[in-house]
């Protein structure tokens, strides 16, 4: 099977920097997307930003200006860089692979890993 472990969240001040690391282990083949979302107390769970092995990478709008994300394709990790952060940016940060490839098999499939806190005091 496939895990997703996010690491990196915790407390930090408005205006500070907080840096999130995804890592995909198990019987990987391959990874198309690797992505970041979050999910805020009441809603909805949203799209941060996503990356593909080819480097194609897609923002949330008031977020690609202080966010920047990054993989490794070797080593099937993912990271999210977040700069100038506000008290609005407190959510739930989930990894998500998609298009990912397995040894055992010639389907595709997505995970979600188990999400970690980010919280901006302000």
């Known amino acids: 099977q496939v895990q997703l472990v996010e690491s990196g969240g915790g407390l930090v001040q408005a205006g500070g920097s907080l840096r999130l690391d995804c890592a995909a282990s198990g019987n990987i083949v391959s990874i198309f997307d690797m992505s970041w979302y979050r999910q805020a107390p009441g809603k909805q769970r949203e799209l941060v930003a996503a990356m593909t092995s080819g480097g194609n990478t897609n923002y949330a709008n008031s977020m690609k200006d202080r966010f920047t994300i990054s993989r490794d394709n070797a080593k099937n990790t993912v990271h999210l860089q977040m700069d100038s952060l506000k008290s609005e940016d407190t959510a739930v940060y989930y990894c998500?692979?998609?298009?990912?490839?397995?040894?055992?098999?010639?389907?595709?499939?997505?995970?979600w890993g188990k999400g970690t806190q980010v919280t901006v005091s302000s």
């Open positions: 998500h692979a998609a298009g990912v490839r397995l040894k055992s098999s010639f389907r595709s499939y997505e995970y």
